[in-house]
């Protein structure tokens, strides 16, 4: 028999792990194009008037399915003979093709139980090459088709989404860590790396970008909401006037679905300033839509602002940015003076401003990015230049957040590390203190309470600090004519008292103070070792074994003092008379006694 070596089996398990990344790619792209390819089948076939067959319908699925990664497409059927570019790219179509890409890399890099999966390196790799292989085949497969794929967008945007998506899913896999630098960087950035600190600074300004972007986001859908509530007739002709049967006005609902996140966009670049293009001649602000706009028969459309200058709705927009701002100067100083900690650990105004700037720089990116893709040309001519402007968009978020949001952090900053207005009285004014002779008379009774107030957890409180005392004055007032507080009044126990009687007497104390959720302590074990027959056996075994050494165990040192004090003279002498006795007797029976001749016994 040929037995394997282990460095064999080692290198067929990376060679098996690196074969199932690459199918995991390819799965992963397979899913992607089937259920879009299965979409646009069912409104194909639910269509009564089709315009060609299943194989242009197919081609057309693979190349929606190439725009939703941002591949530029070709219409090549148009009414002038002149193809027409489709770059505007359905955002909400696009989360499915980068999710399926970012799980495959991430399952496909975190190790399986018992078998040695692929390198962070080769995940990346094989998911990647096998999704490209699926784009490639769909790229040459729709050429022949009603829509399309640009072989220059294959390159740009398309491998780069899928590089990114499969670079994420890999990070997921490894626990999301902040790596070191490259080794060219500058030397300070390493070491600024290197520190704990600089991470959690880090992901404080990730976190406030993020919100900065999705309060974007979202004041631009409220945005569109509303122009799309005032205009809501004109909206609902154009959706009846583009199809008359139900399957394509299904067609079109899907269609005005996918595009909502781009309308989002449009509406957060009109609500920052630079607004969004209608053409190549017409641009619409809060200030008003300059020129003559080109704009299609959609009914997302419908909510685009009417043509001349913007009135004082228009310019209630400006509240998305400023929001956006707040939000990511919150989520700052949410991280930079948290309610739970000390003061001492309140990040520093320079630290605060510094995080907030490089939030605002996130922020501005994030949302440069987004709007590059949410618009793009839908034809040649006019409508050559269709949506926001990302060069203008992201240095407007960038702009606003930084202007308004680093004196939002640091006022809220001074709000958080605040001192309440009562917490300087830490003690009541001279006017709530009780009369000089009074106060004299209480004091050893007050020093008394505190004590039991600290004891049983309940804090003194400024406006109250002699709350509690009318009970032990009242009970100072039964003590004898010499002054002295009785022993059941004290609250300190008795030299000879055990420590359950000043358990006891803390317990009373609580429950005469109304405390009732008080338990007291035992701080005396349970179990039997410390009884004192217990000890007497112990020191009875002691005495056995040690030869005569030890004497008897006093079976009552300190009995319970009297009125004529500790111990009588009848006592001591009988205790001394036994203490003799002991000392005379042979303390071990079994002794053998001492011969004649020989040496005496051992003491």
């Known amino acids: ?42 409104v194909w076939i639910s269509s009564p008037y089709p315009d060609s067959g299943p194989g242009g319908a ?11 990664h941002g591949a530029g497409l070709v219409r090549p059927d148009t009414l002038s003979g002149v193809p027409a570019p489709v770059g505007m790219v359905p955002l909400l179509l696009a989360l499915g093709p980068v999710w399926l890409a970012h799980r495959a890399a991430r399952d496909a890099a975190e190790p399986e139980e ?31 088709g009603p829509l399309r794929a640009d072989p220059d967008t294959l390159v740009f945007p398309v491998a780069l ?37 600089f991470r959690h600074r880090v992901e404080a300004a990730c976190r406030s970008a993020a919100a900065g972007v999705t309060v974007l986001l979202g004041g631009g859908a409220l945005l569109v909401a509303v122009a799309l509530g005032r205009d809501a007739g ?67 459309l419908a909510a685009v602002p009417d043509q001349g200058p913007g009135s004082l709705p228009n310019w209630a927009a ?7 701002a707040l939000a990511v100067a919150w989520f700052t100083v949410r991280r930079a003076a948290p309610v739970d900690a000390p003061r001492a650990r309140a990040w520093s105004p320079g630290e605060t401003v510094l995080v907030t700037l490089l939030a605002a720089l996130g922020c501005g990116v994030g949302t440069a990015l987004l ?32 202007v308004i949001g680093v004196p939002a952090a640091l006022l809220l900053r001074l709000w958080r590390l605040r001192t309440p207005g009562w917490a300087w009285r830490r003690d009541v004014t001279e006017a709530d203190d009780p009369p000089a002779a009074e106060a004299e008379e209480e004091e050893p009774e007050e020093e008394c309470e505190d004590e039991a107030d600290d004891a049983v957890g309940r804090p003194r409180r400024w406006w109250a600090p002699w709350r509690g005392r009318g009970g032990a004055a009242g009970k100072s007032g039964d003590a004898g004519s010499s002054g002295s507080p009785s022993p059941a009044a004290s609250p300190v126990p008795a030299p000879g008292s055990a420590p359950e009687a000043a358990s006891g007497a803390l317990h009373g104390r609580a429950a005469e103070q109304g405390d009732a959720g ?41 009995g319970p003092a009297g009125p004529a004090g500790p111990a009588g003279p009848a006592d001591r002498t009988e205790r001394t008379d036994r203490a003799g006795q002991a000392d005379r007797a042979d303390p071990v029976p079994e002794r053998p006694a001492a011969e004649p001749g020989g040496p005496g016994p051992t003491p």
């Open 114 to 144: 018992g078998r040695a999966g692929p390198s962070r390196a080769g995940a990346f790799c094989a998911v990647t090459a096998g999704y490209l292989l699926v784009v490639a085949g769909a790229a040459a497969y729709a050429r022949g």
């Open 371 to 402: 709007t590059a893709v949410a618009g793009g040309p839908l034809g040649t001519g006019a409508l050559s230049a269709f949506g926001p402007v990302w060069w203008l968009t992201g240095p407007a978020a960038l702009v606003w957040t930084a």
């Open 58 to 68: 197919l081609r057309a699925a693979a190349g929606v399915w190439l725009l939703a």
């Open 1 to 42: 028999m040929t037995q394997r070596s282990p460095k064999v089996t080692v290198e067929r398990n990376r060679t098996l792990a690196l074969a199932s990344a690459l199918v995991k790619g390819v799965v992963a792209a397979g899913l992607g194009l089937g259920s879009l390819t299965v979409l646009v089948m069912v």
């Open 161 to 197: 989404v899928v590089a990114g998506a499969a670079a994420a899913g890999v990070w997921t896999a490894a626990g999301r860590p902040f790596g070191p630098p490259p080794s060219w960087s500058p030397l300070a950035l390493q070491e600024a790396v290197a520190r704990s600190l």
């Open 518 to 558: 008080f338990e007291p302590y035992d701080f005396l074990p349970t179990d039997p070792w410390h009884g004192k027959d217990t000890r007497e056996a112990r020191w009875a075994s002691l005495k056995r074994g040690s030869g005569g050494l030890m004497a008897d165990f006093p079976a009552d040192i300190a």
């Open 234 to 300: 004109a909206a609902q002709d154009t959706f009846l006037a583009l199809a008359g049967d139900w399957s394509g006005r299904v067609a079109v609902l899907l269609l005005a679905v996918s595009l909502v996140p781009n309308a989002a966009l449009w509406g957060a670049a009109y609500g920052l300033g630079p607004g969004f293009s209608l053409g190549t001649g017409a641009t619409a602000t809060p200030l008003g839509v300059d020129g003559t706009p080109a704009v299609p028969h959609f009914p997302l």
């Open 318 to 324: 400006v509240a998305v940015p400023l929001a956006a």
